[in-house]
């Protein structure tokens, strides 16, 4: 029997992302906006009309929210900033080229190391924005990141998980009261549930949910359906891996790139399943860096908003 149909989205002779990150579905739009993290640059795509826009921010940007009035919230190198993305025909640039954006500072924590930045994050179901944090320099297995809480009111919280190497893989059940995260360095390849208090917004009782030593790829960024099953990209393994809420691996669906990045749900009826993917420095395919729809043949949830005004 055949699996789902993926689909590479983008054009021909489009240049790959270095780091295809963060992708997040704006149905409002219909379109989908994701990050490349060194090329400082968040990028849009009108789905049904394959309408591209891009704009360069002044740091490297893993990972973005919206709020209702259609702000942005990124994580960047230096901390979180709040952005507005102009439209191309407000902007004055040439056509096609990144539109040139500058953000305002929200927070940012004590870095306790040198060459630190963001890496992945999302809203949880009550619109408080969560991201942790990572040492760059991924072969050095600095254990020095750590997952911050960022609510409505603007306040950054203290280290909510820490000694973390490269964290990864945030997601929430459907009603809120699990929390997922990941932690995607090759010493570590694991994912945790947590139970979460949705009024406080405090996870407890950490356990691990899967160990990917005992399966394919390292644990990247991630997404949960309508059933409540959590998708995994395994990044190096050219797959996506689904969980019941149990920890029970269910499905493996292999995509074209090497290294899936992350995933998020999207689409007319939230029934594609979107992955962005990491180029590798060497060895690459022409698929590798690259966006692609998954019909998995199930739906899923929508993302949710940041709550507070940027």
Known sequence: MSGPRVERVEAAGQAPASVGESPVWRAAEQALYWVDIPAQKIVRLRIGTAERCEWRLPERVACIAFNARG??????????FAFRLPEPEDANVAAGEPIPVVGRKLAAPVFPFDDMRFNDGRCDRQGRFWSGTM???????????????????????????????????LAWSPDGTTMYLSDSHPLRRQIWAFDYDVASGEPRNRRVFADLHHYVGRPDGAAVDADGCYWICANDAGRLLRFTPQGKLDREIAVPAMKPAMCAFGGRNLDTLFVTSIRPATGANEHDGHLFAVYPGVTGLTEPEFAGEL
Request: hydrophobic share 45%; glycine share 14%; proline share 4%.
């Open 135 to 169: 040492v760059q320099d991924m072969s050095l297995a600095n254990p020095g990141g750590a997952l911050y809480r960022f609510d409505a009111n603007g306040v950054l919280s203290a280290p909510v998980v820490a000694e973390l190497i490269t964290q990864n893989g």
């Open 71 to 80: 702000s942005v919230l990124a994580g960047c190198e230096t901390g979180l």
